[in-house]
């Protein structure tokens, strides 16, 4: 079996053959807490007894997180195999983190926050945060993970203008100001505002985290305080970049993933160098986790994961060449697996619910640089009357089989702020409603085949753009193609590819584009609304406020409508609110501006995701909700406790 080096501490030769004995002898650790007796990974005990890796006693925190799978509801499982899935691009072997999920505080399955990286965290008054780490803890390579990592991050990066132009992130900023952050000693770091700033631990456990952290004994090798100028210069001109910040950056990757050297705190490291069609990820021997039987986590020795086209998931899922997918399935994939079950799969395909506001919504681009499809696009008649001219009905019919729940983008059921009247306005099926508020916005005029003519003498052809990857899209905008021209509307559908449709609604070319609703359908008082508010680029409908807010006015534009405004002051409503009772206020009023002024038009939601599971593997749940953000997809039903049953591959 390929046992990477465990090393992973980078020279500047970059050679993995670096002495992993040498490392070793370096460490400076101690005893684990008195706790159950852990065992010994066969995975990695050649390394243990050839002397070149501590054991596990040693390689564990000295207060480890341990994991009471009965409490759960779970098995205990037993070490071994791997584990096969697929992506359909390189770039998403970053998916790996995702699935793995450590975090420094993470959601359980009940979207409470919970210590997790973190031995605990103190929570005064959303101003002050202490972060307490657990004693010995170590990343992948062996070095310590310790307040330094954090200091190193927060001086030498976030606020070095070289490496991070922009500054700190911008959930760090409470009413323009940072915090102030200290770092008492190795196991603490505090974080301190004068305001409150309630997201802040909940955006420490999302999908895509900041990652306030980074290996600092790993990466000072590539920076100019810590480096010297000859040597660095020497690695610059080897990886054939511009500068030591472009070395540093291109390395410092945590979330990418794809930099299979750079130490990590997740279940799995990258042993695979370069692109390649099939990525290999190990067991991390320093990993933090282990069950109550004393036996380190993950269970699963390796994943493998391979890089296929979109159209092929579904086939070699049936083939039975996955034993555990999700990605790149879809609705209109169900019959295909099932049949692929009864034909000797050796899988069971699990329906999960989704998580998404919305499985599919089209988003009038407000931000448009073309004046007068500006002007149209941000009349709330128009978009109210392309939402209801959908017949949302005959695509959950003809889609979904009548299984998923027509109706405007929202929130879901399982969220306090649902109301069912938000999920109905503007959604019902009304061409006449429709094409009365067309020509209340003056496009009154039509050509010879019925389309309406814009203010300039075009015709009103509307370009949806979509990201191509999900077949239902395209077959649901063949639908309301037919639904918008009977009101004078031409739908024009651009596939293309996913960076270059977002590149193009960032920079104000598209019309309008197609994508899920917002990722975390599921808010409970303590989430942040920040995603309704214009704060982001990626909410397609209004990329360059989005710009403007997360450069602090450097670049995009500033909002210049009153009711984008109005989310805005809700947003700061929400960020000082002194209890859940204004928290939750802030939300249904935010809620009740999208719903009113349709800035997203939701199609449908809750349509059941597919998830294929091998039959030998265990602690899967049969029933959950399958969602990026809160959720991380897999990662929120931890994957470091799904196991083989026979522990083989």
């Known amino acids: ?56 006693s040693e390689r564990l925190p000295h207060i480890p997180l341990i994991v009471d799978l009965a409490a759960k509801g779970r098995s205990f499982g037993h070490q071994g195999g791997t584990l096969n899935t697929m992506v359909t691009r390189s770039k998403d072997i970053r998916q790996m983190v995702v699935y793995g999920y450590a975090r420094l505080v993470g959601y359980s399955e009940d979207y409470q926050l919970q210590p997790d990286i973190l031995h605990s965290f103190e929570n005064v008054g959303n101003r002050r945060f202490t972060l307490r780490l657990r004693p010995g803890h170590r990343w992948s390579s062996g070095d310590p993970f310790t307040s330094a ?202 329906l999960w619910g989704t998580g998404a506001a919305s499985q599919i919504a089209i988003y009038p681009n407000l931000n448009i640089k073309d004046p007068v499809w500006r002007r149209v696009l941000r009349d709330v008649r128009v978009r109210r009357a392309l939402s209801l001219s959908i017949n949302r009905a005959a695509i959950n019919r003809a889609l979904y089989f009548k299984l998923a729940k027509p109706g405007a983008m929202t929130v879901l059921e399982q969220s306090p702020f649902f109301d069912p009247v938000l999920r109905e306005s503007w959604a019902s099926f009304d061409p006449e409603l429709a094409n009365q508020l067309l020509d209340e916005a003056g496009l009154t005029e039509k050509d010879g085949y019925g389309i309406r003519i814009l203010p300039d003498g075009r015709r009103m052809e509307l370009v949806v753009e979509t990201a191509g990857e999900r077949q239902e899209v395209e077959n649901a905008l063949q639908i309301i193609t037919d639904d918008w021209n009977d009101v004078g509307v031409k739908l024009v559908m651009r596939p293309l590819d996913r960076d270059i449709l977002r590149n193009r609604v960032f920079s104000g070319t598209t019309m309008a584009s197609v994508w899920y609703g917002w990722d975390n359908g599921l808010p409970q008082n303590h989430t942040s609304p920040a995603y309704l508010a214009p704060t982001d680029q990626v909410f397609l409908a209004w990329p360059k406020w989005g710009q403007y807010y997360q450069t602090n006015g450097t670049s995009g534009e500033a909002p210049d409508m009153a009711p984008p405004q109005r989310l805005l002051s809700l947003l700061h409503d929400w960020e000082t609110a002194e209890d859940d009772t204004d928290r939750a206020t802030a939300w249904r009023q935010m809620l009740k501006i999208h719903a009113e002024q349709v800035y997203g038009i939701g199609i449908i939601s809750a349509a059941p995701q597919p998830v294929v599971v091998s039959n030998r593997l265990r602690n899967v749940p049969k029933r959950a909700i399958w969602a990026w953000e809160p959720g991380a997809h897999f990662g929120i039903y931890r994957p470091d406790e799904f196991f083989f049953q026979d522990g083989e591959s």
């Open 1 to 56: 079996m390929f046992k990477p080096s465990l090393t992973q501490a980078r020279k500047f030769a970059r050679s993995l053959a670096c002495s992993v004995a040498a490392a070793a002898l370096t460490l400076t650790t101690g005893a684990a807490a008195a706790g159950p007796s852990f065992v010994e990974s066969s995975f990695w005990q050649t390394e243990v007894d050839a002397g070149h890796l501590p054991p596990v």
């Open 149 to 350: 990592d954090f200091e190193y991050w927060w001086k030498d990066i976030a606020n070095n203008p070289l490496l991070s132009p922009a500054g700190p992130p911008d959930f760090l900023y409470v009413d323009g100001s940072l915090p102030r952050v200290s770092f008492p000693d190795e196991t603490t770091v505090i974080y301190e505002w004068d305001q409150p700033n309630p997201q802040f631990l909940q955006n420490l456990a999302q999908a895509r985290p900041p990652f306030i952290y980074r290996p600092s004994a790993y990466l000072k090798q590539f920076h100019a305080d810590y480096t010297d100028a000859n040597s660095l210069a020497a690695e610059v001109d080897y990886a054939r970049v511009k500068s030591w910040a472009a070395l540093h950056n291109k390395y410092d990757n945590m979330y990418k993933y794809d930099n299979h050297e750079l130490p990590t705190l997740q279940p799995w490291i990258n042993a695979t160098a370069g692109k390649r069609i099939r990525h290999q990820f190990v067991r991390n021997p320093y990993y933090h986790r282990v069950d109550s039987k004393g036996v380190q986590l993950p269970y699963i020795d390796t994943v493998e994961m391979e890089i296929v086209a979109g159209g092929l998931v579904a086939a070699k899922s049936n083939a039975g060449q996955a034993d555990l997918q999700a990605r790149g399935l879809g609705f209109r994939d169900i019959p295909i697996l099932r049949k692929g079950e009864k034909d000797g799969g050796n899988y069971q395909t699990y």
